[in-house]
């Protein structure tokens, strides 16, 4: 009988929450999810392949944290908890530049055209 692994920890929770931060930060969302979703059920062999990318992945993470993301990657959980908080994040993001880019409120006061009802226009 299998013994079911223990929850993360926090520390793990919030290195996780770095890494999906930093990932949305860089608009990687999409290829960190097929990634995620591709290597899940081969996680440890993935986790072993961390050392061949460690410069690459260096670019999100510190040495230390680099270490325990290795050992994080043969969980399937964190991998699953990785997928959510990236697509979490990358919905909030999306959320605030709708906000930030959408028009006036409807009924708000406008700018008036000035004497003549000519805005900008030279006689």
């Known amino acids: 009988m299998a013994s079911e692994a223990p929850a993360l920890a926090a520390e793990d929770l919030a290195l996780l929450e770095r890494v999906a931060a930093r990932v949305v930060e860089l608009h990687l969302e999409v290829p960190a999810i097929l990634t995620l979703e591709s290597v899940r059920p081969l996680s440890f062999v993935a986790s072993q392949a961390m050392i061949f990318f460690q410069p690459m992945v260096q670019a999100l993470l ?4 680099y270490q325990r993301f290795a050992v994080l990657a043969e969980r399937r959980d964190a991998l699953e908890a990785l997928s959510a908080l ?3 994040r990358a919905e909030e993001s999306r959320a605030a530049r709708r906000t930030a880019s959408a028009g006036p409120v409807k009924g708000a006061p406008r700018a ?12």
């Open 62 to 65: 510190r040495f230390g944290d």
């Open 86 to 88: 990236i697509e979490r």
């Open 112 to 123: 008036s055209a000035g004497p003549g009802g000519r805005a900008g226009k030279t006689r």
